[in-house]
């Protein structure tokens, strides 16, 4: 695999021969890329991280939060209501003259993305570590660069850190460069992810507090809206002639990071005896062949060359350490004697002949009158598929016969793509199932027309078996799993032609594995910060096709979005913007406390005091330090014709609520329902716990079951009317993610959360005795 190498590699330098041991102490680690960045961050002890989880860089956070659990530093760490959110708070934070950090990947990152030029052109420095992975979609989680891609126009700094060692050396350098006063940009670390991120390596890291502090010195006292002595204007209108002036000083910017880039990286390596050229060149020295390639990939082709240079082949590698600014001269010096190369991308950059990098060395080396290389450009590795020794040796042979032929059949392709077989058809699983099939009958609703309310029967439990599942076993979630029971819980009811759209999060991944799918009625994915738009504007085409007779009316299709409760916090802004337009769908959540898919981080209806992979539990953090977002009256105060709470643990409530829903969806416009949900992994409770768990949580009235019905809430039930109300501490006390809680230490944090408790719960009592709430 790329990015593994068992052998020392020779490091080529400038400097280190002149310093080959570092000035400064140093220890033995034995870390991943994310655990070098987190130890980076610990000891430049930056003031402020925004972040939002997106493998494979969501450890970096979840490594801070553990250490921050322990003590071991003091960096305000605030999770964002997506990547976007997490943006936007370092750019204020970092506004404010403290150091700032984040981390981020693919489909955060071009979340991010927006926020990226308004930074360096109001030139704010902060460093964004950036564990590179795919874009979506489809929707892969390893890694390759198309992320990493899309930032190279927005004015950041990218250095690349190939290995573990250079993810926690750079992350130094990153404040240095960007904060220089010649420079003042914002600076990112790339490394690859998953190859790097999660691949455990020897470092070094610093044990002298006082040389890191020495070498970073102060953050420089920037312009900053928090000194009042000295108001300014951050970020005016501007228009034409004062932009493009702006812009100007963002390019000198650029170019004075070429001078003080190498300045950085000499005085780290003194004090480390590491040494990062601008550009990394490998056995360059009398190469007639070269690979160009980026990171990890790059550790890998050096294997290949030292086994062509064993028979003789004069080959090297060239690998940037710095991106942007692009190291135009360092590509023109060292290619001038090399007779061909090949340039691989682990991106395209479509219709364009080539990725990025491969397009920029073209255009460094074409305007040079002293080379005559041959280019080939490859894109290689997308989606995280490996690189191995024998794909350099490829790259090599293809640029070893043009350099011997001088002639260039094949300029660009991609390398590594496989050729299907027209007779090759998916796995077989369970068939479509077609409407017909699922309209049982199973809830009957009827409107009473005295108070407008709907009332639904059901028909017993037993008969639910009978109706033929729209979603196959054959999933890969976890045993236990509470998605799957609501879910079923769900279909059972719904009548007719439904479809659904998933957004990003468990109940997704696990039944998607292409070719396989584990739905048997139509299912479209979106991203979970947009599903509830997407699903609006496919309802509202399929009206207005019925309307214009290209669609029977007589479909009278249902369409419900499934979303995790993160996705209710990244995708809020158009689930809101759905509910007040009032479309006919369905959104149901289902909430099992925290964004699971990506790792347990924390999600906002993560309760108080619970421990996440981000609110971690230690001698200085108790877990979670905030409430729980209260989502359901969140769309009751959008004015839905039905908003609803539901659990798996209650199937029948739910059931009856799913099929008001249903019929509030087709006739009247948007309902929401909250549906709490098991998930024994992350709670940390045997698999089969669902029933006492949620059960507790309800009897607790920290989960309340309730319906708010053209704007009336009913509690549909009541544990005090039975006395089975229960303390939260009896539900507290079942699981392993809530157990510190009990401690007598914590016992102000548990009251306060029974406190919150009853306050929420005497307030959703008083709107529900009250004849307009
Ligand atoms: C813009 C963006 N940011 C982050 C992610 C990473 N991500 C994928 S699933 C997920 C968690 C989803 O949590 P939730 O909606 O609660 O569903 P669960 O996994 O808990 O079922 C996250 C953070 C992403 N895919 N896209
Ligand atoms: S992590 Fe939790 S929500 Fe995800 S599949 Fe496992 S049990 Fe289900
Ligand atoms: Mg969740």
Redesign the pocket.
């Given at each position: 695999m790329d990015g593994v190498t068992t052998r020392i590699l020779e490091v080529p330098t400038r400097a280190a021969d002149a310093c080959p041991a570092g000035s400064v102490r140093q220890k033995l680690e034995f870390r991943s890329g994310n655990e070098a960045a987190a130890l980076a961050a610990r000891d430049i002890g930056y003031h402020v991280m925004g972040y939002?989880?997106?493998?494979p860089s969501?450890e970096v956070a979840e490594n801070l939060s553990k250490l921050q659990a322990e003590g071991q530093h003091q960096i305000v760490m605030i999770a964002g209501d997506?990547?976007?959110g997490a943006a936007g708070i370092c750019y204020g934070a970092a506004l404010g003259g403290g150091r700032v950090l984040s981390a981020?990947s693919?489909?955060?990152l071009?979340?991010a993305l927006e926020q990226l030029p308004v930074q360096a052109g109001t030139r704010v420095p902060m460093v964004l570590n950036i564990a590179a992975r795919t874009v979506?979609g489809p929707?892969d989680i390893r890694g390759d660069h198309s992320d990493i891609y899309y930032v190279l126009n927005t004015g950041w700094i990218m250095l690349c850190a190939r290995d573990p060692q250079a993810v926690y050396d750079l992350n130094f350098a990153a404040v240095k460069i960007g904060e220089h006063p010649d420079v003042r940009l914002p600076v990112i670390v790339a490394y690859d992810g998953f190859f790097t991120s999660h691949q455990k390596r020897r470092i070094q890291v610093f044990d002298d507090p006082e040389a890191i502090r020495s070498f970073l010195g102060e953050r420089p006292p920037f312009p900053s809206p928090l000194d009042t002595e000295h108001p300014a204007t951050f970020g005016p209108c501007m228009n034409d002639s004062d932009l493009i002036n702006n812009k100007v000083q963002l390019s000198q910017a650029m170019e004075a990071a070429r001078r003080v880039i190498p300045e950085v990286f000499v005085e780290l390596e003194r004090m480390t005896a590491r040494a990062y050229p601008v550009l990394d060149a490998y056995r360059m020295d009398d190469a007639a062949v070269a690979t160009v390639l980026l990171n990890s990939a790059a550790e890998t082709a050096k294997e290949a060359a030292d086994d062509l240079r064993a028979q003789g082949e004069r080959v090297g590698v060239l690998s940037p350490n710095v991106l942007r600014p692009f190291p135009v001269d360092e590509f023109r010096r060292t290619l001038r004697h090399v007779k061909a190369v090949t340039i691989g991308d682990r991106a395209d950059s479509y219709g364009a002949g080539g990725g990025n990098l491969s397009l920029e060395v073209r255009a460094a080396i074409q305007i040079d009158p002293e080379n005559d290389t041959r280019v080939l450009s490859r894109i290689y590795g997308l989606g995280g598929k490996d690189f191995l020794a024998t794909d350099a040796e490829q790259f090599f042979a293809l640029a070893l016969t043009v350099a011997q032929t001088g002639v260039v059949a094949e300029p660009f392709a991609y390398h590594g793509a496989t050729p299907g077989t027209p007779d090759s058809r998916p796995r077989s699983g369970l068939p479509p199932i077609p409407a017909a099939l699922l309209s049982r009958g199973m809830a009957h609703v009827r409107r009473d027309e005295a108070s407008g309310r709907l009332e639904v029967e059901l028909e017993p439990l037993w008969k639910m078996t009978q109706v033929p599942s729209r979603i196959a076993p054959g999933h890969g979630a976890c045993p236990g799993c509470g998605?799957f029971p609501t879910l079923h819980q769900v279909y059972n009811v719904l009548e007719g032609d439904v479809v659904v759209l998933f957004?990003?999060?468990?109940?997704?991944?696990v039944t998607t594995g292409y070719p396989a799918t584990a739905h048997r009625i139509n299912y479209i994915h979106n991203?979970?910060?947009n599903g509830a738009a997407t699903l609006s504007g496919l309802v509202e085409m399929y009206h207005e096709r019925v309307r214009r007779g290209e669609l029977p009316a007589a479909k009278d299709i249902t369409f419900v979005m499934i979303?995790?409760?993160?996705?209710?916090?990244?995708g809020m802004g158009p689930a809101i913007g759905a509910a007040n337009r009032n479309h006919r769908m369905m959104i149901l959540e289902?909430?099992?406390q925290?964004?699971?898919?990506?790792g347990a981080?924390l999600?906002y209806?993560t309760p108080f005091g619970h421990r996440t992979s981000t609110s971690e539990v230690g001698a200085s953090l108790p877990g979670k330090r905030y409430h729980h977002k209260d989502t359901a009256q969140i769309f009751a105060a959008c004015h839905l014709p039905y908003v609803f709470t539901a659990s798996e643990g209650y199937p029948e409530d739910l059931m009856r609520k799913v099929a008001k829903a249903q019929w509030y969806a087709k006739n009247e416009g948007l309902v929401y329902g909250k549906i709490l949900s098991f998930?024994p992994l992350n709670w940390q409770t045997a698999d089969d716990a669902a029933q006492p768990v949620l059960q507790a949580a309800i009897d607790s009235c920290f989960f309340p079951l309730y319906e708010v019905e053209r704007g009336h809430t009913t509690i549909t039930y009541d544990p005090g009317a039975t006395d089975r109300r229960h303390f939260v501490s009896d539900w507290l006390k079942l699981m392993g993610k809530t157990r510190h809680l009990l401690s007598p230490e914590n016992a102000e944090i548990v009251a306060g959360i029974q406190a919150e408790t009853d306050r929420r719960w005497a307030r959703l009592k008083a709107m529900h005795e009250h004849p307009l709430l």
């Open positions: 939002f989880p997106t493998p969501t997506g990547a976007h981020t693919a489909q955060g071009l979340y979506s929707l998605a957004q990003t999060g468990c109940a997704m991944a991203l979970f910060q979303t995790g409760d993160g996705g209710m916090d990244i289902y909430d099992n925290g964004s699971m898919n990506s981080q999600s209806s998930c």
